[in-house]
């Protein structure tokens, strides 16, 4: 059978498959604190605005309804410090898609490089394996090569909880501009910064004034309401910035045939425009963190990072794989780190996305 690439690696969660079975042989069950999918309600008035929406009969657009681009050009000003006009914002059916498809997006094929943090989130790199580009783990601007395309820039960072602050972000994007590529943010975790200075300031976007001026061209910002908003299942996410680079966007997605269903447009809106579950939701994960992080601190972890975001990034000074293993046999999955790259072979992701009950009694079994 005739193939258009190389063969992609397994699914790395698959590998989990007999831990979980460890982890399940527990006495009390399995606390699953690796994938970090939402467990607390979708809040009510999302759900109200999807049922109202579900007289869907019509296309939806590509490029989204009118109300929901004027919400996400509304909730960049006031959430996030940034101006951007309704014509430069594109919902999208999730954020991995996008992360997974932007090289293919933009054109980008093979001798040319796409760029990514050293400890990552492996959709990333997968994005380049899909279309044959080279894929490049680098933190250090000055390490892109000149063949590169796209970069990828993720704060606060999955698994690590990662901030760059103002200075980081313009020099990312100085370096970008230099090399002609497009630079995109990933900055899903926003609305959780929980050590200082980000437990009392905005963690900066990389569209901030303060980092690119008024100038977007090159720039977008990639934004998920799954984790403020509980709609991993509602695959509702968007981008913004650079005009131009948003309607090419538009015109291939358009052939593609990727467009996010009406009624989840409806319940963005809502969500967008409501911000008293945001504060609710923030709160329940800082909750749990302060109940898991010296119980994980009390066992012999070290904390690295996780100054913003949704997990717990720690060490025990040994293979990831094997704390998985001694974790399993409390009956607690975690990620290993081995997930993320070959830069963090000793660290494991803890979510906060788990029950309030299960985080209380992983950290019993931790104790």
Request: glycine share 8%; with cysteine.
């Amino acid at each position: 059978m005739p193939t258009l690439r190389g063969p992609l690696p397994d699914y790395p969660w698959d590998a989990l498959a007999p831990y979980i079975e460890r982890a399940r042989a527990h006495p009390g069950g399995m606390l699953d604190l690796s994938v970090g999918s939402p467990v607390d309600p979708t809040p009510e008035v999302v759900r109200r605005a999807l049922i109202a929406a579900t007289d869907a009969h019509a296309y939806p657009a590509t490029a989204g309804a009118p109300a929901l681009r004027a919400a996400i050009a509304e909730w960049f000003r006031r959430r996030r410090g940034v101006d951007v006009a309704p014509n430069a914002v594109l919902p999208t059916i999730g954020s991995k898609e996008l992360v997974a498809l932007m090289p293919f997006l933009l054109g980008i094929s093979a001798g040319e490089a796409v760029v990514f943090p050293r400890v990552a989130y492996p959709s990333y790199e997968m994005g380049a394996a899909l279309v044959g580009a080279e894929a490049v783990a680098a933190d250090d601007p000055a390490d892109w090569p000149a063949h590169t395309r796209l970069v990828w820039i993720n704060s606060p960072g999955n698994p690590d909880g990662r901030v760059l602050g103002v200075d980081e972000l313009r020099a990312a994007v100085t370096r970008a501009r230099e090399l002609g590529a497009v630079i995109v943010g990933d900055e899903c975790y926003a609305e959780f910064g929980w050590a200082a200075p980000w437990d009392a300031e905005p963690i900066p976007s990389i569209l901030d004034p303060r980092v690119v001026g008024d100038d977007h061209s090159g720039v977008l910002a990639a934004y998920s309401l799954s984790k403020q908003s509980n709609l991993a299942g509602y695959r509702a996410a968007f981008a913004a910035g650079d005009p131009a680079l948003i309607a090419s966007l538009i015109t291939v997605r358009k052939h593609s045939g990727l467009m996010q269903p009406a009624p989840v447009q409806e319940a963005m809106v809502a969500a967008l425009q409501d911000e008293a579950h945001v504060e609710e939701q923030r709160g329940r994960y800082l909750a749990r963190r302060t109940v898991l992080r010296p119980a994980l601190e009390a066992a012999g972890y070290r904390i690295d990072g996780s100054e913003a975001g949704l997990y717990l990034w720690a060490t025990a000074g040994i293979d990831a794989w094997e704390s998985v293993a001694a974790l399993a046999e409390r009956g607690i999955l975690v990620g290993p780190g081995h997930f993320y790259g070959a830069h963090s072979p000793q660290h494991v992701r803890f979510s906060l996305t788990a029950s309030d009950a299960h985080i209380a009694a992983a950290a019993e079994r931790l104790r």
